[in-house]
């Protein structure tokens, strides 16, 4: 008896394996055709919603990038806030303001696009504020004369569009289409830089020198905002064989330095880069390296001001409290209302 019931008991395992078995490979193979399915519509150039299928890597990815790129709008709103109140002049003030609000509204869209994918607004905000989450190297650098004012409109907004043109056609609808708003909006902020530039290198000896000041300072930092050489970076080629990325780091870099170079001999500033040289061959600019252990050591948080935009974004929002109470406390009272003129 005792041994029938072991047998029993034995083969009720080798069932519940088999049915496993059957079960997971069924799953694998519902799996690989959904992946196959999904790869074939990226191929297509047609867009991914939130509410279609993805790959679980996919959707990883994307929240990681645009998490990151909305930190990068939110932060990189504090350098140029720290010249707010000593702009030259009042035309000047108005335009800054306007630019780092629309900074401001650029993470908005982002964050907006990002909650698309199951992420909270919440969780994005933990992740920069406990220092979790990264965001752009770039803004960890001070702003020292306002000629820097000038190179981040030129340098810093002209190497995000550089690369956020290529953003809009993004395979992730949501982004590719906050992409589309956002580099207007940074075309404009391009140019205001590039004016401020331009009057300062034709402005009196001392502005001229401080317009070279900025540049020196900006250069390398602008360039390091691609991100590391293609073959250094972890998800290139995986986000472009999904579109999220459709040109590589070092591709985009090139671009920009072919467009910036001609723009500084115009304004009769030098590129702070011994090796640049045109190359008739390429037909573009050879130049020389990065500093790489720069880079890495910005965005392990050792920057010059790493530390002080942290603080000074979780101050941000510790201070908002108030008014993130007041706006839900006015929405319960508006859907009260609604339900009583219901009822
Ligand atoms: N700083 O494998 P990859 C702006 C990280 S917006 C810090 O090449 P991926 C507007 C990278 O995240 C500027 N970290 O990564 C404005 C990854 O780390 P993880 C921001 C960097 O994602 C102007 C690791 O290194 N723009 O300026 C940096 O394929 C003026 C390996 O790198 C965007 O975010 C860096 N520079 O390519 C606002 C655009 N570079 O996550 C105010 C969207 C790389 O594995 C004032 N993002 N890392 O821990 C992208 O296009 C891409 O994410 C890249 C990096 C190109 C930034």
């Given amino acids: 008896m005792i041994q029938k019931i072991l047998i029993c008991f034995e083969n009720c395992i080798i069932l519940t394996k088999a049915i ?23 191929d297509a150039e047609l867009k991914i919603e939130p509410k279609d299928w993805m790959p679980d890597a996919y959707r990883k990815t994307l929240v990681r990038q645009m998490s990151q790129h909305a930190h990068s709008e939110v932060v990189g709103m504090l350098p140029e806030g720290n010249w707010l109140t000593r702009a030259p002049s009042l035309k000047r003030k108005a335009i800054l303001m306007a630019k780092i609000q629309d900074e401001g509204g650029h993470g908005l869209y982002l964050y907006s696009a990002a909650e698309t994918l199951g992420v909270s607004r919440d969780e994005m905000y933990e992740q920069l504020h406990s220092g979790k989450a990264k965001y752009s190297s770039i803004f960890n650098y001070p702003t020292l004369n306002w000629a820097d004012i000038g190179a981040i409109g030129w340098l810093v907004d002209g190497a995000a569009i550089t690369n956020q043109i290529a953003l809009c056609r993004c395979s992730y609808g949501p982004y590719a289409r906050a992409m589309v708003k956002v580099c207007k909006e940074e075309s404009f902020h391009q140019r205001q830089g590039y004016e401020i530039m331009m009057n300062m290198s034709n402005g009196t000896k001392e502005q001229k020198e401080m317009a070279q000041d900025a540049i020196n300072r900006w250069w390398w930092p602008a360039l390091m905002m691609f991100g590391p050489h293609d073959k250094n970076s972890d998800h290139t080629s995986q986000s472009m064989t999904w579109k999220i990325k459709r040109t590589s780091n070092d591709e985009l870099r090139q671009r920009f330095v072919d467009a910036t170079v001609p723009q500084a001999d115009y304004l009769g500033l030098t590129v702070p880069d011994d090796k640049l040289a045109w190359n008739e061959e390429t037909q573009s600019y050879d130049w020389g390296e990065i500093d790489w252990d720069e880079f890495r050591n910005v965005v392990a948080g050792n920057g010059l001001c790493n530390r002080e935009r942290l603080q000074t974004r979780r101050d941000a929002h510790d201070g908002g409290k108030w008014v993130r109470d007041a706006a839900l406390a006015y929405a319960e009272k508006q859907k009260k209302r609604m339900a009583d003129k219901a009822a």
């Fill in 20 to 42: 496993q078995k059957i079960g997971v490979t069924a799953m694998d193979e519902v799996d690989m055709e959904l992946e196959k399915a999904f790869q074939s519509k990226i």
